[in-house]
């Protein structure tokens, strides 16, 4: 069965972008415990502006980022330094000089603080009164997708012609669905779904299909209205996720599932694999980093193997007993 498409402009362009920032990235700790995971870098570059640079790169420049208790650093770096500005264009390094300056001009960034870590729907409701009724995309700030066409503007292009709330996702193994939230729906084209129902990490037996979302969203002001209908659920926290099987009940919200990789930062193994991914893709690093993995990682492989103390194997810190 096929889903006509809509018209109605009367739904309006999307200009504003919302940044959820606010959790407390329990699973980096003790490294976040005063500094955003959301600041992790990739190599020398922070998560958070891999994902402010898809949005501007997408034609959006109006940034709302939801930040939390401790999260000061997020505005910092994209604030002016007069001081590391002026240190150095002094000492004559002008590449550093114009990477440094061009970060502050990067889009119009507001900031607000959610009060309490009550979850991502909670977070997002903050957003209201910013996006003023028109319809805005959503990214996670801890997740980064790498793509030649940047993902928001393959989701906006999606909305142009749909004119419904869409959830950006990814195909991902079977066997992998349990991490993941998945899409129940039907099926419109080989990339595109009615959603149904979302189900959060199910079985590999029960889940419904291997699309996850993938965190990028573009969603109506309607969302508002179910995100106060939401009920807590786990630790007293409002989901996104329930309050968009509440909206799915009573109009159309589509899955599109957006070319490129995702990388989830929160993950520390995905963190990992992020970091060698980039490395092998920049031309300043990409020939000596080869190098070191070609001749020396597979030593390290090795040497893990076997049950002779090893001076390099580095353990995770024991608990002090009290």
Not at 72 to 92: C, M, P, V
Not at 182 to 211: F, R, W
Request: aromatic share 8%; charged share 30%.
């Amino acid at each position: 069965m096929s889903i006509p498409k809509t018209n109605d402009l009367s739904l309006g362009e999307v200009r504003k972008a919302v940044i959820p920032a606010a959790g407390m990235g329990t699973r980096f700790l003790p490294a976040t415990k005063v500094q955003p995971k959301e600041m992790l870098p990739i190599i020398d570059t922070p998560t958070i502006q891999y994902v402010i640079e898809e949005v501007v790169e997408s034609g959006i420049t109006d940034i709302l980022i939801i930040t939390g208790k401790g999260k000061r650093s997020i505005e910092d770096h994209f604030d002016r330094s007069f001081e590391l500005e002026n240190s150095l264009s002094n000492s004559g390094n002008q590449e550093a000089y114009e990477r440094i300056t061009e970060i502050s001009n990067l889009a119009n960034i507001h900031y607000i603080r959610q009060k309490v870590t009550k979850g991502l729907g909670d977070a997002i409701f903050y957003a209201k009164q910013h996006v003023a009724g028109e319809p805005f995309v959503v990214l996670l700030g801890d997740t980064i997708v790498g793509s030649k066409v940047p993902c928001t503007r393959q989701l906006l292009d999606f909305y142009r012609v749909w004119r419904s709330p869409v959830i950006g996702v990814e195909r991902v193994p079977r066997d992998k669905v349990v991490n993941y939230g998945i899409i129940k729906g039907q099926a419109i084209d080989d990339k595109t779904y009615m959603v149904h129902d979302l189900i959060e990490k199910p079985s590999v037996k029960t889940a419904p299909s291997n699309m996850a979302v993938g965190g990028r969203y573009i969603l109506t002001a309607d969302i508002f209205e179910y995100l106060e209908k939401t009920p807590p659920g786990k630790n007293g926290e409002i989901q996104l996720t329930d309050a968009l099987r509440l909206m799915a009940k009573d109009q159309r919200i589509y899955a599109h599932e957006f070319e490129g990789k995702r990388h989830d930062i929160g993950n520390r193994l995905d963190y990992l694999k992020t970091m060698v991914e980039f490395a092998l893709n920049r031309d300043d690093l990409r020939e000596d980093f080869l190098k070191f993995l070609q001749s020396e990682v597979p030593d390290l492989i090795e040497s893990t193997k076997t049950e002779s103390p090893n001076p390099k194997k580095i353990k995770k810190p024991a608990r002090r007993k009290k």
